[in-house]
C-alpha cells in the first residue's frame, strides 16, 4: 500500500530501494565509527590506572549502549532494504506476462535475473556484516557487566587479556562492513545505471 501511494506520488519502487540500499551503507558506516570509537574507549579503560574507576565503567557502559543502539538501526535499514526490493521483485515479475513484444520481454526478464543476483550479493554482505555485530556486542557487554560488578583496580587488569580478542573482532566487523559498503555502492551505480 505505501508503494502504490509512493508510485502515486511518482517514486517509483527502484528509487525507493536505493535510497535504502544507500540508508543502509550510511548505517553501516556509522555502525564501523561507532564500533571502532568504542573499542578505542575500551582500549583506554583498560590502559587507566586505578582513579575513578566508576567513572571509566560509565564511559564503557556508554559506548556499549551506542553500540548497541547503532546496531539495531543498521538491522531495521537492512529489513527496509529487503521490504521495498520484495515488492519491486514481485512486480518486475508480474508486469512480464503484460509485454506483448517476445524480445523486449526476454530481455527484462535477463534483466530482472542479473538484478535479483547482484541484490543477492548484496543482501548477503549485508547480513554477513549484521552477524558479526551480535559477538563483538555479546563481548562488549560481557566486560561492562563485569567492569559494573567488579569496580576495581584487578577487574580492569584482568581485561587486558579480552582487549586482544575484542580488537580483533572489531577489525574484521570493521572490514566486513566495509565490504559491504562497497557492495552497495556498487549495486546503486548499477542500479542507476539501467542494471
Known sequence: MYYDAMEKLGIE????LVDRVGDA???QSEAQETFRSSLERFQSVVNTPDTDLKAQYEKISEAYADSESV????RERIEAVEDVSEALFDEWDDELDQYESESLRRSSE???TETR???GQLIDRMHKAEARMDPVLEAFEDQVLFLKHNLNAQAIGSLETELSQISQDVDALIENMAQSIAESEAFIERFQAGG
Open 13 to 16: 519502487k527502484r528509487e525507493i
Open 25 to 27: 551503507r550510511d548505517a
Open 71 to 74: 546496531a539495531e538501526k543498521v
Open 110 to 112: 535477463q534483466k530482472l
Open 117 to 119: 543476483q547482484q541484490y
